[in-house]
């Protein structure tokens, strides 16, 4: 395979926040990007050369984050003040305000329709909207710390969040049942998100490492100790084959999923790096900091292999499928009986090994006896398995 790409670029600077970059995210076109920062404002920036900057202000406190609708329509913005904003990106002017929460806000994202939006706070919930009803739907309250993130998976079905109670849970979005809870994870957790697929789920944190979960087998894939600071943010590639991750350490990493290693560390900050997030094309990502920058890069990560996956997709009659929820693996702790049931067998498979004059205790006990000798367990197994696959045969 030829090599993968040459090094990334940085193609724009932008300089218009008085105060650190806290978030970050392009349109869905790639023609726009959106910024937060502490200074209260958010900005919209239009990416053809020359075109202009929107200024919109209308919170009173730090952003923290922000997102563009799957349409591109709206972006929705979330603040320390304890509330929600819903602006028209292409509108100077007064936007639509969400209060629930009691404390500050700390995340938002839209579900893969556009119809709601999941938040998370400093009062310890995660809260669901509809945003057709402009209304809230319900509460999830299971954290019992502050909660740094919550987002939607890429088809609806579940929500992530994290918080400093260091436990990364994953919810049913229909029900608002907790489905499963990692909580190994070395201390607070500040950011969460799955891969475009939905098969994987990552979260990063102050011990300076990010994990890496598939959801189908509930199983640690990767974990990566490279930054030696806080990692603040993290991003997918489309392709999810890379990663990019911001840190405290004023780098911005990215990393090669299939190959479990470090590519390339860019150092463009002077400080913290607080957001960074790919295009939904994969051609660019953006990165943020306490420096107030804003910098968007340009790649060619796996540009020609991304290419041909594209090209696939579109003659498949159909596309990996993201976990069932029934197929989801609990990780909490959970009491193991003390013995377990026999096993019971058909009265078809009794008959027959009766018949073959065997005595044979179905229960799940380490040794089998047979004509006073004692067995291996594994051996034991095997032998009810065949006698049972013998007997039904019959």
Aim: proline letters at 4%.
């Amino acid at each position: 395979m030829a090599s993968v790409m040459d090094d990334p670029t940085l193609a724009r600077h932008f300089r218009g926040h008085t105060d650190a970059v806290t978030c970050a995210d392009f349109s869905p076109t790639g023609k726009q990007l959106a910024t937060g920062s502490v200074d209260t404002s958010l900005i919209v920036w239009n990416l053809a050369p020359k075109a202009h900057a929107v200024r919109f202000r209308g919170h009173q406190e730090a952003l923290t984050d922000l997102q563009f609708s799957p349409t591109g329509d709206l972006v929705a913005t979330s603040s320390e003040d304890t509330t929600v904003r819903l602006w028209t990106p292409c509108i100077e002017g007064e936007s639509e305000v969400f209060r629930a929460h009691a404390a500050a806000v700390r995340s938002v994202s839209f579900s893969c329709d556009g119809q709601c939006l999941v938040t998370a706070s400093d009062d310890h919930e995660v809260k669901v909207w509809s945003l057709s009803c402009r209304r809230l739907l319900y509460s999830l309250q299971r954290h019992s710390d502050v909660v740094r993130c919550a987002r939607f998976s890429p088809d609806g079905r579940l929500i992530a969040s994290c918080g400093d109670d260091g436990a990364v849970m994953l919810w049913d979005a229909s029900s608002g049942q907790c489905v499963s809870c990692f909580t190994d994870c070395g201390g607070s957790v500040l950011f969460v998100d799955f891969n475009s697929s939905g098969t994987c789920l990552a979260a990063s944190g102050q011990d300076s490492s990010l994990r890496i979960w598939d959801l189908r087998t509930s199983k640690l894939t990767h974990l990566y100790q490279v930054h030696s600071a806080v990692v603040n943010c993290f991003s997918f590639h489309p392709s999810n084959n890379y990663l990019i991750s911001g840190s405290s350490d004023s780098t911005v990493k990215i990393a090669d999923l299939l190959e479990g290693q470090v590519m390339y560390t860019l150092h463009g900050h002077k400080g913290p790096v607080l957001t960074s997030v790919f295009s939904r094309s994969g051609e660019e990502f953006v990165s943020g900091g306490v420096d107030g920058q804003v910098l968007v890069w340009r790649t060619n990560l796996d540009s020609r292999l991304y290419r041909d996956v594209l090209r696939g997709h579109s003659r498949r009659c159909t596309a990996d499928l993201s976990p069932r929820l029934a197929h989801l693996h609990p990780t909490v702790a959970h009491l193991r009986q003390p013995q377990a049931a026999p096993i019971e067998v058909s009265p078809r498979a009794e008959t027959s090994l009766n018949r073959l004059g065997l005595t044979i205790r179905l229960k799940m006990c380490p040794l089998l006896t047979e004509r006073g000798r004692t067995l291996p367990s594994g051996l034991s197994d095997l032998i009810v398995f065949n006698y049972i696959q013998f007997s039904v045969n019959v």
